[in-house]
């Protein structure tokens, strides 16, 4: 097993389980590259890392811009190799009109895939440039429990979420030979902002905490798929096995109204 990471980069560290990752890794000895859009929150989760002995840098940032998270992820990496880099900002859209649907369904994919495709494919190269076999990189991808099936009542994030999880896992093969490791992270409810305003059930939920230290327990172990609490596991194992017709009979928009579409002119 390689030594714990030295240098690591987190984007949507300003709050929920990015945060909680980055106070988690925070200690003497490790540089933190924290990126995130609200840049008091982000320089607060900055200055407790400080304070618990770690070099933290607050980057305040927008993942859906290509050419400067590239910019971003070399400049971090000239300053400290990247022992790991976890893509992690993301959000999570609904619509309740067909009208909706393309808007939240293009500005999903733009955060969360296309804003980890802008951080881990410069992270790649950077640790690439190491030589061959890397033994000191890492790559995180965030996905969720709801990339294992499409849930009916969030398309948007649904969708997007796999994508991110087939991305993950097929990184995970094709980068095996250069050495850097793939991991592909999916929650169940985590008590974060995201989840701030959802009205359905949201069972099994644990804190931004605890998930940090099951992450990186998981990543300390090179898994491949790290998804948790194992009850969320479990479901998503059920649900990715049942025949369509059962899955069309209970996969319905729970917790939210059905789509409606357009009033007549």
Not at 58 to 78: F, I, N
Request: hydrophobic letters at 45%; one cysteine or more; proline letters at 8%.
């Amino acid at each position: 097993m390689p030594p714990p990471p030295k240098s690591i980069l987190i984007t949507g560290a300003s709050s929920g389980i990015g945060a909680a990752l980055a106070r988690h890794y925070a200690q003497a000895g490790v540089t933190l590259f924290l990126g995130g859009r609200d840049a008091q929150r982000l320089e607060a989760v900055a200055a407790d890392c400080r304070a618990r002995g770690a070099e933290a840098h607050a980057h305040p940032s927008d993942v859906a811009d290509a050419e400067a998270m590239r910019a971003w992820v070399e400049g971090s990496d000239a300053t400290a190799p990247l022992n790991l880099v976890v893509a992690n900002a993301g959000i999570a859209l609904g619509a309740t009109s067909v009208d909706g649907l393309h808007e939240a369904a293009m500005d999903s994919f733009a955060i969360n895939v296309g804003g980890i495709l802008n951080v881990v494919h410069p992270a790649v190269a950077c640790m690439a440039k190491r030589g061959q076999p890397v033994t000191d990189g890492q790559i995180a991808i965030m996905s969720s429990i709801m990339g294992y099936v499409g849930v009916a009542r969030s398309p948007a994030y649904s969708y997007s979420k796999g994508t991110a999880r087939l991305y993950g896992q097929s990184l995970r093969g094709a980068l095996r030979h250069m050495g850097v490791r793939v991991s592909v992270i999916c929650p169940g409810y985590v008590d974060t902002p995201l989840n701030q305003y959802n009205t359905s059930p949201m069972p099994f939920m644990v804190t931004s905490e605890k998930a940090a230290e099951i992450i990186a327990k998981g990543l300390a172990r090179n898994k491949g798929r790290i998804t948790f609490p194992w009850q969320i596991r479990l479901i998503g194992r059920v649900l990715h096995c049942l025949p369509n017709a059962l899955v069309d009979r209970i996969n319905i928009p729970w917790g939210r109204p059905p789509l409606e579409g357009s009033p007549p002119e």
